[in-house]
């Protein structure tokens, strides 16, 4: 639906927002999290 491409869009503006601010997203927090692990094996 056309709200959902615009939530995509705000959520990709603001993804190269935090990329040049140097801000820590919550996608980086969940990277950080789920590093050490092994899943689906």
Not at 15 to 35: K, P, Y
Request: glycine share 8%; aromatic share 8%.
């Amino acid at each position: 639906s056309h709200l959902e491409l615009v939530a995509e869009d705000l959520r990709l503006a603001q993804n190269h927002l935090s990329t040049i601010t140097g801000e820590f997203t919550s996608d980086d927090l969940l990277g950080e999290i789920f590093s050490s692990f092994c899943i689906g094996k």
